[in-house]
């Protein structure tokens, strides 16, 4: 299925949404410190896999993804270092709310 690395970012955020809904967490409302946390990570992984694609250490299946390239990668893998993020960020703010946890 041409979609499954899509619809499984779906899936993840979809599971997580709850969290900023329920909880009320705010990560979606301070999207600027999300960006900010995200952006360092995202641009050492996407680099990593760059160059690991273009040294043919692996690939992506082309019967998996959506077939919309950003250079050497798949969408998907570009918006992996960016969904799978958030829904950690999102995970570690719901459970400081429910325990009450202070930074």
Aim: glycine content about 6%; some cysteine; overall charge positive.
């Amino acid at each position: 299925m041409k979609a499954t690395y899509a619809l499984v970012l779906v899936g993840c955020l979809l599971g997580t949404l709850p969290l900023e809904l329920v909880l009320h967490v705010g990560v979606y409302r301070q999207w600027r410190r999300l960006l900010l946390t995200l952006a360092p990570v995202a641009a050492v992984f996407v680099t990593w896999d760059v160059f690991a694609v273009r040294a043919h250490h692996w690939h992506f299946d082309a019967r998996q993804v959506l077939g919309i390239d950003l250079g050497a990668l798949p969408l998907e893998e570009v918006l992996f270092f960016l969904v799978v993020p958030t829904c950690a960020v999102l995970s570690v703010e719901a459970v400081r709310r429910v325990l009450g946890w202070r930074l």
